[in-house]
């Protein structure tokens, strides 16, 4: 009976350690930039979805969308399209055939850190490793910025962390910087 209790005791002992070091390893963690806080290009991603991928991965990887809206703008790289694809639980824009946003205001869809809307500022925060620089805590959105790739700037895209009055998340919107 001792050993069947010391196998249940390893095996719960192994079990816990898988899924505390596996949660662990995809962390959004804030990083030290110097003059700014910054996250890395590898946690921006929801659903498998990535910033500046082309259009097709998006069918590909969450199948067809409920619906598409198309819309337009300008920037200085002059006057474009934005097709929207509508999901459950998700919008993704496409901006010149690549994923310009990834916006989601559901608590299905969660960051690589596991931070997902309804969570309070403080949990974020705690997620985060700490408040983010120039964050006093009281503005009801937040934006980082993506951390430099071998000391460059990949293209300074950012996450923006919506919360309402009560300090819950509202909505985490992953954007390119496009021109």
Same mark, same amino acid.
């Given at each position: 009976?001792?050993?069947?209790?010391?196998?249940?005791?390893?095996?719960?002992?192994?079990?816990?350690?898988?899924?505390?070091?596996?949660?662990?390893?995809?962390?959004?963690?804030?990083?030290?930039?110097?003059?700014?806080?910054?996250?890395?290009?590898?946690?921006?991603?929801?659903?498998? !979805? /990535?910033?500046?991928?082309?259009?097709?991965? =998006?069918?590909?990887? +969450? &199948?067809?969308?409920?619906?598409?809206?198309? $819309?337009?703008?300008?920037?200085?790289?002059?006057?474009?399209?934005?097709?929207?694809?509508?999901?459950?639980?998700?919008?993704?824009?496409?901006?010149?055939?690549?994923?310009?946003?990834?916006?989601?205001?559901?608590?299905?869809?969660?960051?690589?850190?596991? !931070? /997902?809307?309804?969570?309070?500022?403080?949990? =974020?925060?705690?997620? +985060? &490793?700490?408040?983010?620089?120039?964050?006093? $805590?009281?503005?009801?959105?937040?934006?980082?910025?993506?951390?430099?790739?071998?000391?460059?700037?990949?293209?300074?895209?950012?996450?923006?962390?919506?919360?309402?009055?009560?300090?819950?998340?509202?909505?985490?919107?992953?954007?390119?910087?496009?021109?």
């Amino acid at each position: 009976m001792r050993k069947l209790h010391l196998f249940f005791l390893l095996l719960y002992i192994f079990w816990f350690a898988t899924f505390s070091i596996g949660s662990s390893e995809s962390a959004t963690v804030l990083v030290d930039g110097g003059h700014f806080d910054c996250l890395p290009v590898s946690t921006f991603v929801l659903e498998s !979805i /990535r910033l500046w991928k082309p259009e097709n991965t =998006v069918s590909g990887t +969450l &199948g067809e969308p409920n619906s598409i809206t198309i $819309g337009g703008g300008e920037d200085d790289g002059g006057s474009y399209d934005i097709k929207t694809y509508h999901y459950d639980h998700l919008q993704i824009d496409i901006v010149r055939g690549k994923v310009d946003r990834i916006y989601t205001m559901s608590n299905k869809v969660a960051m690589p850190s596991g !931070i /997902r809307v309804g969570y309070t500022m403080d949990q =974020v925060i705690r997620i +985060l &490793g700490r408040k983010p620089r120039g964050w006093q $805590g009281t503005e009801s959105e937040f934006s980082i910025v993506t951390c430099p790739v071998n000391g460059d700037w990949v293209q300074e895209d950012y996450v923006t962390l919506k919360f309402n009055n009560n300090k819950v998340l509202t909505s985490i919107e992953y954007a390119a910087n496009r021109p």
